[in-house]
């Protein structure tokens, strides 16, 4: 025996299903952009985070010496001044006075002017 269930039908029309997947798509091809976005914004933003460990590092050693009242210059090479940081997540290569990392893919070199004033740390500049 069949029962007519007319009114009693629940479910969504083709028409709500396809609104449903239309808004949908759309919502994706907006938030996939704006992620990838984040995700160079992250990468370049971790490249700045290790330049400041470099740079604070810089500052560390030339602390470190004043107290001497040495006015001789100090050079300092990278492996020196990558070996007081944190790196931990980095893989990085020191040569002469300059150390290199990859991050997202992108390689970053990072110079490290060697010589160190009597009034000034050493510095440190990051490209690209």
Known sequence: MKKNMVGNEKGFTLIEL?????????????AIPKYQD????????SSEGLLGAARGAAVM????????????PTIIDAAALVAQMDTS??????????F??????QL????VSPVEQATSPA?????P
């Open 18 to 30: 396809i609104v449903v997947i239309v808004l949908l798509g759309i919502l994706a091809a907006v």
């Open 61 to 72: 050693t030339f602390a470190k010496r004043l107290p001497t009242g040495s006015q001789t």
């Open 38 to 45: 984040l995700t160079a914004d992250a990468h370049k933003a």
């Open 100 to 105: 290199t990392t990859t991050i997202g893919g």
């Open 123 to 127: 510095g440190v500049v990051k490209s």
């Open 108 to 111: 970053y070199t990072y110079t």
């Open 89 to 98: 997540g980095y893989t990085i290569s020191t040569s002469g006075n300059a």
